[in-house]
């Protein structure tokens, strides 16, 4: 496959997510919509009682939207935009048409995960844009972050997104199903793992948890990232957590019935 | 390097889907440059042999050639040239036509893209073109299907019942479609179970039963199966049925309405019957060929292949 159809692949993939008004206007509302909800209410409450409630921005404000977007809602993106294009062909029939053509089932697969994430990072740094604009506007005389401080955090959010969306992508083209890739991803990602990292008694099995690693290696200060996991595990078990699924995602498309 | 005759060259195909054999040593020739009919029940075999044929499911046994071409080892190659319609044309509802076509244009190639506005030219879309597909009808999918196969420039069309759901005009003109793509040197297979369509469209074609081929050749041939018949039409068929009992050219004869019909014993006894009923004082107004439809006589060989299990 040469690099011009490569390119025209991506941009067919981004094509069919970015017209998908439905997966939009969510991804939309769970990035963007999020964060003006996250720095809106704080800053009404800041205005009414500045004594009793922090000011909505400063370092404080921008740590609070930075986990959000990185491990809640910024995921949510993810997943939505990640099952959607691992399950957009089998869903729709077009699978079929794609693999007459002759082009490798494997590529098929793999130019769904940058297109993604490309669809998924448009979201979430618009909403990021946003974050540091809010920290600095609503700061009210708080510190406010540093450069390095944001630069840390717009790489760890980047992070955080790709492997979600690879996560989402594997998981999608492994069922071919929109709905059960979203029920069991969201289900595991934002129901299940939280359970499974307050249940002590697992102990350091949750490290293997992707949220756990996450909130390691998240440069702000936060809960989740009082684990005490090695750099190097937290690294490895985000490694997995992209690759396994990705794979098994690549195995299913080039098996599948057509 | 010679061109093969063939586009498609099957030989002992067999495919079965658990205990359930779906093909049985197949073997199919269907030659260049020609409307190919596959006729076949539901469930016959048909879908599955076009989806090895496609390399989407791969053969238990057997041989499959495109365009002379051993397949799947050069099946990326091979599909470059083959556009395909299998059971149904499916789109992604929410983008338009034209977006359709770009999204597998890009798994095709660069002049794979430079072909989308022709090929929905081609296919009578150009003003319906940035249209949704969910708000197309089932005949215009048809032809953005059918344009869709056309931006592979393809040597061969593989058509799984096109004419399925479509009006008696969009049959119109799928059939003229059909026919300027054979025009152009192109060979389109179609599958369908409109045999009156194959005949009209098709110029040759195979009926597949149960999994296995019990017919195959240019249309004409497969309307003759060596016996011919004879509607006699005259003033005394009680007359005339006596009067050909034993003759040399009949096989057999029974009186109809305002006749008789006789199945002949040979091709060239017509002239003496009709001497024969003349020279008696038979008044004959008509002497007519009987043709059998492709549908009689599929049902005839299916029903025949049915009947020997």
């Not at chain 1, 099952?83 to 957009?88: D, H, L």
């Not at chain 2, 150009?126 to 949704?132: E, L, N, Q, W």
């Not at chain 2, 039963?209 to 309307?223: H, K, M, S, V, Y």
Request: proline share 4%; hydrophobic share 50%; with cysteine.
């Amino acid at each position: 496959m040469t690099l011009t159809i490569a390119r025209q692949m991506v941009a067919a993939e981004v094509l069919k997510l970015r017209r998908n008004r439905a997966v939009m206007g969510f991804a939309l509302l769970l990035s963007v919509g999020v964060i003006v909800l996250v720095f809106g209410f704080q800053a009404v409450e800041h205005a009414s009682d500045p004594s009793k409630n922090a000011p909505a921005g400063g370092i404080e404000g921008f740590s609070r939207a930075v986990r959000v977007l990185g491990l809640f809602f910024g995921a949510l993106t993810a997943i939505l935009i990640g099952a959607e294009a691992g399950t957009a062909d089998s869903a729709s029939g077009v699978f079929r048409d794609l693999v007459a053509t002759g082009r490798s089932r494997l590529s098929l697969f793999f130019v769904r995960l940058p297109a993604a994430i490309a669809v998924s990072l448009a979201f979430v740094g618009a909403a990021f844009a946003l974050t540091i604009g809010a920290a600095f506007v609503f700061a009210d005389g708080s510190p406010t972050p540093t450069f390095s401080l944001i630069a840390q955090s717009a790489g760890w959010i980047v992070l955080a997104n790709m492997i979600i969306v690879a996560f989402a992508v594997g998981v999608g083209s492994l069922t071919g199903s929109r709905a059960v890739t979203l029920t069991a991803v969201i289900g595991w990602q934002m129901v299940a793992s939280l359970m499974l990292l307050n249940a002590k008694a697992l102990g350091s099995v949750r490290d293997g948890l992707l949220t756990a690693s996450l909130g390691q290696l998240m440069p702000v200060n936060g809960r989740i990232a009082e684990f005490g996991i090695a750099t190097g595990v937290a690294v490895a078990v985000l490694a997995a957590w992209a690759i396994i699924p990705s794979a098994l995602g690549a195995w299913r498309t080039h098996v599948r019935d057509a | 390097m010679t061109q093969s005759p063939n586009i498609i060259e099957c030989s002992g195909l067999s495919k079965r889907f658990g205990e359930r054999p779906a093909v049985i040593d197949l073997d199919l020739t269907v030659p260049r440059g020609c409307a190919y009919g596959f006729l076949g029940h539901n469930g016959a075999g048909k879908t599955t042999v076009i989806r090895m044929v496609l390399g989407l499911t791969e053969p238990n046994a057997g041989t499959i050639r495109v365009a002379g071409r051993p397949f799947p080892r050069e099946r990326a190659s091979v599909l470059a040239r083959v556009g395909a319609i299998v059971e149904e044309p499916h789109f992604h509802a929410h983008l338009t036509g034209r977006e359709n076509l770009r999204v597998v244009a890009a798994v095709r190639g660069p002049e794979a893209v430079a072909r989308i506005d022709g090929v929905l030219g081609r296919g009578g879309l150009t003003d319906r073109a940035d249209d949704r597909v969910r708000g197309y009808s089932q005949g215009m999918r048809q032809r953005l299907g059918v344009a869709r196969c056309l931006l592979a420039d393809p040597a061969l069309l593989i058509l799984d019942e096109p004419m399925n759901g479509l009006d008696p005009a969009g049959i119109l003109e799928l059939r003229t479609m059909v026919r300027d793509l054979v025009g152009e040197g192109r060979t389109v297979f179609l599958s369908s179970h409109l045999l009156d369509e194959v005949e009209k469209t098709c110029d040759a074609a195979a009926v597949i039963d149960r999994g296995r081929l019990i017919a195959a050749g240019p249309i004409g041939e497969l309307l003759r199966d060596g016996r011919s018949e004879l509607d006699i039409g005259c003033d005394d068929p009680r007359l005339a049925l006596d009067l050909l009992d034993g003759h040399r050219a009949v096989a057999s004869a029974k009186t109809t309405g305002d006749g008789l019909r006789v199945t002949l014993a040979g091709a060239d006894g017509v002239a003496s019957i009709n001497a024969r009923l003349v020279e008696a004082g038979v008044g004959v107004f008509r002497l007519e060929p009987v043709h059998e439809s492709l549908e009689e006589r599929f049902l005839t060989m299916t029903s025949r292949v049915g009947g020997e299990r």
